[in-house]
T-cell receptor, first 112, second 111 residues
Framework: SQTIHQWPATLVQPVGSPLSLECTVEGTSNPNLYWYRQAAGRGLQLLFYSVGIGQISSEVPQNLSASRPQDRQFILSSKKLLLSDSGFYLC???????????FGPGTRLTVT | QKEVEQNSGPLSVPEGAIASLNCTYSDRGSQSFFWYRQYSGKSPELIMFIYSNGDKEDGRFTAQLNKASQYVSLLIRDSQPSDSATYLCALLMDSSYKLIFGSGTRLLVRP
């Protein structure tokens, strides 16, 4: 069966510091991968998605970036965090176009 | 105009009752519809998906889709306190990889 991992689970970072969040998927090949952010009490905001290695589509202009160095690895990064970057970051995978998305456990980021 | 609309709630029902959660959408090109459950502080969990008009049942859950009226519903029979969560409706537009989420409806099941 497929499993999706995210780490770290929680993170507290000062404003201006860098960020790296990692997501890996097991048990499937060539998944579509997604990064979402959920601010406190808000809905899910799609940040990036990837349909293959090195292929990244950005949905929201911001100070975040994403990379997919391997088939089942998706990384979310920032060079300098802002207070507004605080939130619950969720990675998800799907089996292809039209397929359901399955979420990882998430990373709760607090920027201080 | 938002593409997916949900009443934020909370929807409060007594234990054992049927909870009815509704979602309307604006794009007639939408083909696939998903319901996720999200407990406080946790990530969303897929409950059901539906592609065709009509009803789809899975245990205590029934998803209903009416493409002509552009709404999708989730019924939870014999509601339990453990069903208390936020329920997210999402749609997948034709030829797209991206899910469009509603803001969710909070359900409270009273013991």
């Amino acid at each position: 069966s497929q499993t999706i991992h995210q780490w770290p689970a929680t993170l507290v970072q000062p404003v201006g510091s860098p960020l790296s969040l990692e997501c890996t998927v097991e048990g499937t090949s060539n998944p579509n991968l997604y990064w979402y952010r959920q601010a406190a009490g808000r809905g899910l905001q799609l940040l990036f998605y990837s349909v293959g290695i090195g292929q990244i589509s950005s949905e929201v202009p911001q100070n975040l970036s994403a990379s997919r160095p391997q088939d089942r690895q998706f990384i979310l990064s920032s060079k300098k965090l802002l207070l507004s970057d605080s939130g619950f970051y969720l990675c998800a995978w799907s089996g292809g176009q039209g397929a359901a998305q399955y979420f990882g456990p998430g990373t709760r980021l607090t920027v201080t | 105009q938002k593409e997916v609309e949900q009443n934020s709630g909370p929807l409060s029902v007594p234990e054992g009752a049927i909870a009815s959660l509704n979602c309307t959408y604006s794009d007639r090109g939408s083909q696939s519809f998903f319901w996720y459950r999200q407990y406080s502080g946790k990530s969303p969990e897929l409950i059901m998906f539906i592609y065709s008009n009509g009803d789809k049942e899975d245990g205590r859950f029934t998803a209903q889709l009416n493409k002509a009226s552009q709404y999708v519903s989730l019924l939870i029979r014999d509601s339990q306190p453990s069903d208390s969560a936020t329920y997210l409706c999402a749609l997948l537009m034709d030829s797209s990889y991206k899910l469009i989420f509603g803001s969710g409806t909070r359900l409270l099941v009273r013991p």
